[in-house]
């Protein structure tokens, strides 16, 4: 089986400009949760999607958003750059609640933001 | 607040040694836990949860509630256990895996 594959894997971008996130989950994973690792803050719940609704929300700014579509890939945007968003994206998959599937994490997206 | 510490960011131990990895948790509920590892150039996954109560790779965890720790422990370290190991709590109200900050624990031959 294939594991959760995320693209593309390093990105560049300029402050003010936007981004988008590919995440395509495990075959037959409905769930796809989105997280951002920094040195600092370490791992951080951005959003998870299930059967192309947004199940569960973190604590990040309306510039970051994402999407599930009906094959379950998801996509996460984010408008309007800061430097402070240059971070590890790391996309997870699931069959359905992470108390009754276990998290499949992708290798991530490597966005710096300049 | 629903909190994760790991108090070590750094853990160094000897091959053969016996290896703990510190965990404590704040939690108004009855705590999910577990352990995720991530080995150099692999993927983060999922070592061990509380709930299943089995031995993976050697390495156990045991939910104190009293204490509030779910501390990581094997008890002969071996080369191949170098990587970054995270404990995390799975938040009922939010519906979210809470990370800590993480251990690099490195074996030394």
């Known amino acids: 089986k294939a594991g959760v594959t995320q693209t593309p894997r390093y990105l560049i971008k300029t402050r003010g400009q936007q981004v988008t996130l590919s995440c395509s989950p495990i075959?037959?994973?409905?769930?796809v949760s989105w997280y951002q690792q920094t040195p600092g803050q370490g791992l951080q719940f951005l959003f998870e999607?299930?059967?192309?609704?947004?199940?569960n929300k973190g604590n990040f700014p309306g510039r970051f958003s994402g999407r599930q579509f009906s094959n379950s890939r998801s996509e996460m945007n984010v408008s309007t750059l800061e430097l402070g968003d240059s971070a590890l994206y790391l996309c997870?998959?699931?069959?359905?609640?992470?108390?009754?599937?276990?998290?499949?994490f992708g290798n991530g997206t490597r966005l710096t933001v300049t | 607040a629903q909190r994760v510490t790991q108090p070590e960011k750094l853990l160094s131990v000897f091959k053969g040694a016996p290896v703990e990895l510190k965990c404590n948790y704040s939690?108004?509920?009855?705590?999910?836990l577990f352990w995720y590892v991530q080995y150099s150039r692999q993927r983060l996954q999922l070592l061990l949860r509380?709930?299943s109560r089995e031995s993976i790779k050697g390495f156990t965890a045991d939910l104190n509630k009293g204490e509030t720790s779910f501390h990581l422990k094997k008890p002969f370290a071996q080369e191949e256990d170098s990587a970054m190991y995270y404990c995390?709590?799975?938040?009922?109200?939010?519906?979210?895996?809470?990370f800590g900050q993480g251990t690099r624990l490195t074996i030394n031959p």
């Open positions: 997870a998959s699931s069959l359905d609640q992470v108390l009754d599937s276990p998290l499949h």
């Open positions: 939690y108004s509920g009855s705590p999910e």
């Open positions: 509380h709930i």
């Open positions: 075959s037959g994973h409905r769930s």
């Open positions: 995390a709590l799975w938040h009922q109200g939010a519906q979210k895996l809470v």
């Open positions: 999607y299930f059967s192309e609704t947004q199940r």
